[in-house]
Protein backbone atom coordinates (compact mmCIF):
# COMPACT_ATOMS: atom_id res chain seq x y z
CA UNK A 1 0.00 0.00 0.00
CA UNK A 2 1.29 3.59 -1.13
CA UNK A 3 1.32 6.00 2.09
CA UNK A 4 0.12 9.15 1.36
CA UNK A 5 3.29 11.25 2.49
CA UNK A 6 5.53 10.01 -0.85
CA UNK A 7 5.78 12.50 -3.76
CA UNK A 8 3.53 12.14 -6.78
CA UNK A 9 0.96 10.35 -4.55
CA UNK A 10 -2.85 11.34 -4.26
CA UNK A 11 -3.62 13.21 -1.30
CA UNK A 12 -7.19 13.81 -0.17
CA UNK A 13 -8.47 16.74 0.46
CA UNK A 14 -11.41 19.43 -0.73
CA UNK A 15 -9.72 22.08 -2.21
CA UNK A 16 -10.66 23.76 -5.15
CA UNK A 17 -8.41 21.56 -7.02
CA UNK A 18 -9.41 18.63 -5.75
CA UNK A 19 -12.81 19.50 -6.48
CA UNK A 20 -12.63 20.48 -10.55
CA UNK A 21 -12.76 17.76 -12.99
CA UNK A 22 -9.77 15.95 -13.92
CA UNK A 23 -10.44 16.65 -18.25
CA UNK A 24 -9.43 20.79 -17.26
CA UNK A 25 -6.78 19.76 -14.42
CA UNK A 26 -5.15 17.21 -17.73
CA UNK A 27 -5.60 19.85 -20.04
CA UNK A 28 -4.28 22.85 -18.15
CA UNK A 29 -1.49 20.28 -17.05
CA UNK A 30 0.10 19.61 -20.72
CA UNK A 31 -0.47 23.35 -21.90
CA UNK A 32 1.18 24.55 -18.88
CA UNK A 33 4.33 22.13 -19.18
CA UNK A 34 4.48 23.37 -22.58
CA UNK A 35 4.28 26.86 -22.18
CA UNK A 36 6.98 26.79 -19.19
CA UNK A 37 8.71 25.01 -21.63
CA UNK A 38 9.33 28.09 -24.04
CA UNK A 39 9.17 30.61 -21.08
CA UNK A 40 11.99 33.26 -19.79
CA UNK A 41 12.72 34.00 -16.40
CA UNK A 42 10.10 36.96 -16.27
CA UNK A 43 7.70 34.20 -17.68
CA UNK A 44 8.77 31.55 -14.73
CA UNK A 45 8.63 34.25 -12.47
CA UNK A 46 5.20 34.84 -13.04
CA UNK A 47 4.20 31.26 -13.50
CA UNK A 48 5.77 30.76 -9.87
CA UNK A 49 2.85 32.69 -8.13
CA UNK A 50 0.38 30.55 -9.33
CA UNK A 51 2.62 26.92 -8.64
CA UNK A 52 2.75 28.61 -5.05
CA UNK A 53 -1.17 28.73 -5.00
CA UNK A 54 -1.24 25.16 -6.73
CA UNK A 55 1.04 23.39 -3.81
CA UNK A 56 -0.84 25.25 -0.94
CA UNK A 57 -4.06 23.90 -2.43
CA UNK A 58 -2.88 20.79 -2.54
CA UNK A 59 -1.17 21.26 0.58
CA UNK A 60 1.95 19.47 -0.08
CA UNK A 61 4.17 20.07 2.93
CA UNK A 62 7.42 22.01 1.04
CA UNK A 63 10.29 20.48 3.75
CA UNK A 64 9.27 16.95 3.23
CA UNK A 65 8.71 17.05 -0.61
CA UNK A 66 12.05 18.70 -1.42
CA UNK A 67 13.52 15.82 1.30
CA UNK A 68 11.72 13.41 -1.43
CA UNK A 69 12.71 15.22 -4.44
CA UNK A 70 16.58 15.20 -3.31
CA UNK A 71 17.62 13.00 -6.12
CA UNK A 72 15.90 15.27 -8.75
CA UNK A 73 17.57 18.19 -7.58
CA UNK A 74 21.00 16.93 -8.19
CA UNK A 75 19.93 15.77 -11.42
CA UNK A 76 19.09 19.42 -11.92
CA UNK A 77 23.09 20.26 -10.64
CA UNK A 78 24.39 18.21 -12.78
CA UNK A 79 22.39 19.62 -15.84
CA UNK A 80 23.39 23.16 -14.33
CA UNK A 81 26.98 22.52 -14.23
CA UNK A 82 26.86 20.85 -17.74
CA UNK A 83 25.30 23.27 -19.24
CA UNK A 84 27.65 26.21 -17.73
CA UNK A 85 30.57 23.85 -19.50
CA UNK A 86 29.35 23.24 -22.66
CA UNK A 87 27.86 26.48 -23.50
CA UNK A 88 29.93 28.61 -25.67
CA UNK A 89 30.25 32.66 -24.84
CA UNK A 90 31.88 35.10 -22.38
CA UNK A 91 34.22 33.17 -20.22
CA UNK A 92 34.19 33.79 -16.58
CA UNK A 93 35.99 30.86 -15.07
CA UNK A 94 38.57 28.80 -17.36
CA UNK A 95 41.09 26.53 -16.20
CA UNK A 96 42.84 23.48 -17.76
CA UNK A 97 40.42 21.47 -18.49
CA UNK A 98 37.40 23.58 -17.83
CA UNK A 99 35.80 26.57 -19.29
CA UNK A 100 32.70 28.37 -17.66
CA UNK A 101 30.74 30.69 -19.79
CA UNK A 102 28.08 33.69 -18.67
CA UNK A 103 26.15 32.16 -20.93
CA UNK A 104 26.23 29.03 -19.70
CA UNK A 105 25.90 29.89 -16.21
CA UNK A 106 22.45 31.36 -18.23
CA UNK A 107 21.39 28.88 -19.96
CA UNK A 108 21.56 26.52 -17.54
CA UNK A 109 19.76 28.17 -14.71
CA UNK A 110 16.87 28.54 -17.23
CA UNK A 111 16.75 25.27 -18.26
CA UNK A 112 16.97 23.93 -14.28
CA UNK A 113 14.13 25.94 -13.69
CA UNK A 114 11.42 25.19 -16.22
CA UNK A 115 12.21 21.31 -15.89
CA UNK A 116 11.79 22.36 -11.78
CA UNK A 117 8.54 23.66 -12.84
CA UNK A 118 6.75 21.34 -14.58
CA UNK A 119 8.00 18.90 -12.17
CA UNK A 120 6.05 20.99 -9.60
CA UNK A 121 3.09 21.18 -11.83
CA UNK A 122 3.09 17.06 -12.06
CA UNK A 123 3.01 16.63 -7.95
CA UNK A 124 -0.01 19.27 -7.82
CA UNK A 125 -1.82 17.36 -10.21
CA UNK A 126 -0.47 13.68 -8.86
CA UNK A 127 -1.60 15.34 -5.55
CA UNK A 128 -5.08 16.62 -6.32
CA UNK A 129 -5.82 13.89 -9.34
CA UNK A 130 -7.02 9.96 -7.94
CA UNK A 131 -5.48 7.47 -10.07
CA UNK A 132 -9.18 7.00 -11.47
CA UNK A 133 -10.15 10.37 -12.17
CA UNK A 134 -6.83 10.41 -14.25
CA UNK A 135 -8.01 7.55 -16.59
CA UNK A 136 -11.66 8.46 -16.94
CA UNK A 137 -10.01 12.00 -18.16
CA UNK A 138 -7.55 10.61 -20.81
CA UNK A 139 -10.14 8.44 -21.75
CA UNK A 140 -12.69 11.54 -22.19
CA UNK A 141 -9.65 13.47 -24.16
CA UNK A 142 -8.56 10.90 -26.40
CA UNK A 143 -12.01 9.53 -26.98
CA UNK A 144 -11.91 11.01 -30.85
CA UNK A 145 -9.14 7.84 -31.58
CA UNK A 146 -10.56 4.97 -33.22
CA UNK A 147 -11.29 1.23 -31.76
CA UNK A 148 -10.49 0.79 -28.05
CA UNK A 149 -7.26 2.63 -28.40
CA UNK A 150 -8.68 5.86 -25.90
CA UNK A 151 -10.05 3.36 -22.94
CA UNK A 152 -6.62 1.16 -23.24
CA UNK A 153 -4.60 4.36 -23.25
CA UNK A 154 -6.51 6.03 -20.27
CA UNK A 155 -5.88 2.62 -18.59
CA UNK A 156 -2.23 2.32 -19.15
CA UNK A 157 -1.71 6.19 -17.79
CA UNK A 158 -3.81 5.25 -14.41
CA UNK A 159 -1.42 2.50 -13.98
CA UNK A 160 1.44 4.75 -14.60
CA UNK A 161 -0.35 7.62 -11.92
CA UNK A 162 -0.48 4.37 -9.45
CA UNK A 163 2.74 3.18 -9.90
CA UNK A 164 4.74 5.80 -9.83
CA UNK A 165 4.51 6.88 -6.11
CA UNK A 166 4.36 2.98 -5.33
CA UNK A 167 8.03 2.95 -6.59
CA UNK A 168 9.45 5.67 -4.70
CA UNK A 169 7.83 4.04 -1.74
CA UNK A 170 9.53 0.88 -2.30
CA UNK A 171 12.81 2.56 -2.75
CA UNK A 172 12.81 4.91 -0.16
CA UNK A 173 11.80 1.58 2.36
CA UNK A 174 14.80 -0.86 0.96
CA UNK A 175 16.94 2.55 1.42
CA UNK A 176 16.15 2.79 5.18
CA UNK A 177 16.36 -1.35 5.52
CA UNK A 178 19.99 -0.95 3.94
CA UNK A 179 20.85 1.98 6.19
CA UNK A 180 19.55 -0.41 9.07
CA UNK A 181 21.77 -2.89 8.09
CA UNK A 182 25.21 -0.28 7.53
CA UNK A 183 25.14 -0.88 3.78
CA UNK A 184 26.93 2.68 3.61
CA UNK A 185 29.64 0.70 5.42
CA UNK A 186 30.35 -0.66 2.16
CA UNK A 187 33.58 0.66 0.00
CA UNK A 188 32.40 -0.96 -3.51
CA UNK A 189 29.48 1.01 -4.71
CA UNK A 190 28.49 -1.92 -7.08
CA UNK A 191 27.87 -3.95 -4.12
CA UNK A 192 25.15 -1.10 -3.05
CA UNK A 193 23.68 -0.20 -5.58
CA UNK A 194 23.28 -4.14 -6.59
CA UNK A 195 21.91 -4.56 -3.14
CA UNK A 196 19.76 -1.51 -3.51
CA UNK A 197 18.15 -2.19 -7.23
CA UNK A 198 17.62 -5.50 -6.83
CA UNK A 199 14.73 -5.46 -3.99
CA UNK A 200 13.36 -2.27 -4.95
CA UNK A 201 12.94 -4.20 -8.62
CA UNK A 202 11.51 -7.42 -7.47
CA UNK A 203 9.01 -5.75 -5.25
CA UNK A 204 7.85 -3.63 -7.79
CA UNK A 205 7.67 -6.86 -10.28
CA UNK A 206 5.91 -8.44 -7.28
CA UNK A 207 3.30 -5.48 -6.67
CA UNK A 208 2.48 -5.54 -10.25
CA UNK A 209 1.80 -9.00 -10.37
CA UNK A 210 -0.89 -8.82 -7.20
CA UNK A 211 -2.45 -6.04 -9.19
CA UNK A 212 -2.67 -7.92 -12.14
CA UNK A 213 -4.20 -10.92 -10.20
CA UNK A 214 -6.46 -8.56 -8.36
CA UNK A 215 -7.98 -7.02 -11.91
CA UNK A 216 -8.47 -10.69 -13.48
CA UNK A 217 -10.74 -11.88 -10.25
CA UNK A 218 -12.78 -8.57 -10.42
CA UNK A 219 -13.22 -9.21 -14.41
CA UNK A 220 -11.41 -5.49 -15.00
CA UNK A 221 -12.03 -4.72 -18.95
CA UNK A 222 -9.30 -1.92 -19.87
CA UNK A 223 -11.07 -1.64 -23.86
CA UNK A 224 -14.53 -0.66 -21.03
CA UNK A 225 -15.03 2.93 -21.40
CA UNK A 226 -15.61 5.30 -18.33
CA UNK A 227 -18.55 7.11 -17.45
CA UNK A 228 -17.86 10.94 -19.08
CA UNK A 229 -18.89 13.55 -16.84
CA UNK A 230 -20.36 17.20 -17.63
CA UNK A 231 -17.74 19.43 -17.65
CA UNK A 232 -19.08 22.05 -14.86
CA UNK A 233 -18.68 26.64 -15.05
CA UNK A 234 -15.89 26.37 -12.38
CA UNK A 235 -13.96 23.64 -14.58
CA UNK A 236 -14.05 26.23 -17.80
CA UNK A 237 -12.94 29.09 -15.48
CA UNK A 238 -10.09 26.80 -14.11
CA UNK A 239 -9.05 26.13 -17.73
CA UNK A 240 -9.75 30.10 -18.69
CA UNK A 241 -7.19 30.49 -15.96
CA UNK A 242 -4.48 28.30 -17.22
CA UNK A 243 -4.63 29.81 -20.61
CA UNK A 244 -4.37 33.16 -19.63
CA UNK A 245 -0.72 32.02 -17.15
CA UNK A 246 0.55 30.86 -21.02
CA UNK A 247 -0.41 33.67 -22.59
CA UNK A 248 1.22 36.03 -20.04
CA UNK A 249 4.46 33.88 -19.75
CA UNK A 250 5.03 32.67 -23.64
CA UNK A 251 3.85 36.73 -24.48
CA UNK A 252 6.58 38.50 -21.43
CA UNK A 253 8.98 36.77 -23.72
CA UNK A 254 7.55 37.94 -27.17
Avoid at 80 to 98: H, I, K, N, Q, S
Avoid at 105 to 116: F, P, Y
Amino acid sequence: VVVEQVAFAYRPGRSMLHRLDARAKTVALFAVSVSLMAADFSGLAFSALFLVLGLRQAALPLRQTVTQMRYFLILLLFVFFTRALVTPGEVLFETLFLTITRQGLIDGALVCTRLLAIVVCGLIYSATTKPKQVREAVAALLKALPGQTAPKAATLMALMVRFVPEVLYQMRRTQTALFARGIENRKNPLRRLKCFSIPVLRNAILTADRLALALAARCFDPAAPPAAKPVRYGDWLFLALAAMVCAVALGIRY
